[in-house]
């Protein structure tokens, strides 16, 4: 099966009816809905999805509506596809025909869907295929934004970082990261497929902690001195015990998740066993360019755009691969079961990707 990029498309009419993969209330199995686009407001685009990758939160929210999104709600907030039409000021640069990528609020399990043309929701996907540039949005970007914006990643070149959580659909990308700027990577599995995927990706130490004390393994690698960089985005009360116990004096701990998310998933907040060792507490926190006033200006936008137009790059170079290990049919029953199996850990190695119309 094919993931390349899909044929070019023209320009299509309006209104537009498409099929759609919703959730008619939160705890309900996903539906098929028809939805319609009527027209464009002046600065929207619309674009033909043709894959969108599912993330940890896809599933949290069939269960449980967090950002309250009007019901019937559709998922999905990464894709990748073709613009199909423009609003009179849609996106400077940006053509009928061309081939993107983005990421947005939600809406992104449906045939089509309709982007605001701000810089830091859409940009070009170049000669990236369609299946890997739709995962460049919260997996990508979580893990460039804990890395390159919170943290000082490019310092680190030469030493050691403790990545973990490192095959999933985050954390592989932060292994591939800490390679392109030297580092020497550990990183922690516990199942069969995803410790082949850190040996696919030459991750210079693995444990198995199924079978391994993660502390004893990394603490015996460092002859005591721990590691200079830790990444920790497992948000697992566990992980973040093992990971704080490693972090060498001088160096930088970077998780996932403030305090105020940590109590509320009933998570330790650990800085102070950090700070113990030496080390220096940084928090990652993409959401914050959305929600905090202080992270909502040009600068902040620019950032955001850095992140998804270096993804491109690297892929584009041969540096970055974004490991798709499932791809899920557009029906309601194939999502329904991928959201039932991602809770469930069986499929949460790489990226998962729904292919819309590819």
């Known amino acids: 099966m094919s993931l390349s990029n899909a044929e070019p498309v023209g320009e299509v009419a309006l209104p537009l009816s498409f099929d759609a993969l919703a959730i008619s209330r939160e705890g309900a199995p996903v539906s098929l809905q028809r939805r319609t686009v009527a027209s464009l407001a002046p600065d929207e685009i619309l674009v033909r999805v043709d894959f969108a990758s599912i993330n940890k939160m896809d599933p949290l929210m069939a269960k449980r509506n967090l950002f309250q999104l009007p019901s019937p709600y559709v998922l999905g907030f990464d894709f990748s596809g073709v613009i199909v039409k423009r609003g009179s000021e849609g996106g400077p640069g940006l053509r009928v025909g061309d081939p993107v990528l983005g990421s947005i609020g939600g809406g992104c399990f449906a045939e089509y869907v309709v982007v605001k043309s701000h810089p830091d929701k859409i940009v070009p996907r170049g000669r990236v295929p369609a299946a890997e540039a739709c995962t460049f949005g919260i997996a990508f970007l979580t893990a460039y934004e804990s890395l390159f914006l919170s943290g000082d990643i490019p310092r680190h070149r030469g030493e050691w970082i403790y990545i973990a959580g490192a095959g999933g659909g985050l954390g592989h990308f932060a292994v591939q990261m800490a390679a392109i700027h030297g580092l020497k990577v550990i990183g922690s599995a516990g199942k069969p497929g995803t410790i082949d995927l850190l040996g696919r990706l030459g991750v210079d130490r693995i444990i198995d ?92 936008r620019a950032s955001v755009i850095r992140g998804l137009e270096q993804a491109v790059r690297w892929t584009e170079e041969g540096k970055l691969k974004a490991q798709i290990t499932t791809v899920v049919p557009f029906d309601p029953a194939s999502l329904q079961e991928a959201f039932e199996a991602f809770v469930r850990g069986e499929i949460n190695v790489g990226k998962v990707v729904v292919r819309c119309s590819a």
Do not use: C, H
């Open 209 to 300: 902690y199924s079978k391994q004390d993660v502390v004893e393994e990394i603490l015996k690698l460092t002859e005591g001195r721990g590691v200079d960089l830790v990444y920790d985005s497992t948000n697992s009360p566990s992980s973040y015990l093992q990971s704080s116990a490693v972090i060498a004096s001088g160096g930088e701990y970077i998780r996932l998740g403030t305090s105020a998310q940590l109590k509320q998933f009933g998570s330790p907040d650990l800085s102070s066993a950090v700070e113990a060792r030496g080390g220096r507490m940084v928090i990652g926190d993409l959401g914050r360019y959305g929600t905090d006033p202080a992270y909502q200006n040009p600068q902040a």
